[in-house]
Nanobody, 119 residues
């Protein structure tokens, strides 16, 4: 089972930037997708961005043009570059590794990193 450790969260002013990192304990190339989700207080966890093993990407409409997901396979690390941050981006951000095997989906999660956008 993979261990995922997020880092890079913090307090940032509106319009600022943050780069989140997710270090995996094993090869991320073996997973069908790696992604970032977020959960704001009182809300459901939602997808922010994901990247398939072939490099295809998917972004939530609310972050398109402001967020970029990338990965370093050699370092088993996934990144989330967030620019032009807004107060509504405030949430706990979770790294996700997803494997689809024989019709079943297996999701693995990190413990999350807090992102707070406030002046």
């Amino acid at each position: 089972q993979v261990q995922l450790v997020e880092s890079g969260g913090g307090l940032v002013q509106p319009g600022g930037s943050l780069r989140l990192s997710c270090a995996a304990s094993r090869s991320i190339f073996s997973y069908n997708a790696m992604g970032w989700y977020r959960q704001a207080p009182g809300k459901q966890r939602e997808l922010v961005a994901s990247m398939g093993s072939g490099g295809s990407t998917n972004y939530a409409d609310s972050v398109k043009g402001r967020v970029t997901i990338s990965r370093d396979n050699a370092k088993n690390t996934v990144f989330l570059q967030m620019d032009s941050l807004k107060s509504e981006d405030t949430a706990v951000y979770f790294c996700n590794a997803r494997r689809v095997w024989l019709g079943e989906t297996y999701d693995y999660w990190g413990q999350g990193t807090q992102v707070t956008v406030s002046s």
